[in-house]
């Protein structure tokens, strides 16, 4: 446990700025998991095309605020657009 007042403090900021990072990781999660639903289960490529955007956008939010990398928010991007081209392909 944390003694001095400074770091009383910073553990309570750190304890605030978690809900905000997991809410943000959450609604990432589930925009990239919608999209490939829509792939895999449905076979809807129109659908997961229109979902696309809206999970770029969750993913670079979330990169913006710092709860991923970079790196990580563009490795993301990349695999959700390449399902698509591949499921473009084989359709």
């Known amino acids: 446990m944390p003694i001095t ?5 910073e ?3 750190g304890a605030r700025k978690r809900v905000f990072n997991d809410a943000r990781k959450k609604a990432m999660r589930e925009q990239v998991k919608s999209v490939k639903k829509v792939l895999t289960i449905n076979k809807d490529v129109a659908g997961a095309e229109a979902g696309l955007s809206a999970a770029y956008q969750a993913i670079d939010k979330a990169a913006k ?3 991923i990398k970079k ?6 991007k990349s695999r959700l657009a390449k399902m698509i081209k591949k499921a473009k392909a084989i359709v």
């Open 5 to 9: 007042t400074s770091a009383k403090k």
């Open 11 to 13: 553990l309570r900021k």
């Open 71 to 76: 790196n990580t928010a563009a490795r993301k």
């Open 65 to 67: 605020r710092g709860v």
